[in-house]
């Protein structure tokens, strides 16, 4: 239940043809290119632009759920004092698999 105003706004855009997005999002979800390339854009893309990210196709496709993998180690602590970016990421068990990402 959601009871405060809600500003919609739909656009299509190719994202692979992006190198910032325009503004900051409470929520991006990410489905779209299926290539490991492609996918990895994606995520790079949302970093710092989102406080929840939603990624679908993690238990379906193995390209897609490399690029998670990555882009996960990427934007996690490396042990070495590197600060992660996210504070938590859990998978969501669905059909296809999607993963559900809360930054910090």
Request: hydrophobic fraction near 40%; charged fraction near 25%.
């Amino acid at each position: 239940y959601y009871a405060g105003d809600c500003n919609v706004h739909l656009e299509h855009i190719d994202t692979q043809h992006i190198t910032e997005l325009p503004q900051f999002f409470t929520l991006i979800n990410v489905d779209g290119c299926h290539t490991k390339e492609c996918k990895m854009h994606d995520l790079r893309l949302a970093v710092g632009h989102c406080k929840y990210l939603l990624i679908d196709d993690y238990a379906y496709l193995p390209d897609v759920r490399s690029a998670i993998i990555d882009w996960l180690n990427e934007v996690s602590s490396d042990g070495w004092g590197k600060e992660p970016l996210i504070e938590w990421a859990t998978l969501i068990p669905s059909f296809r698999g999607s993963y559900l990402v809360k930054f910090k």
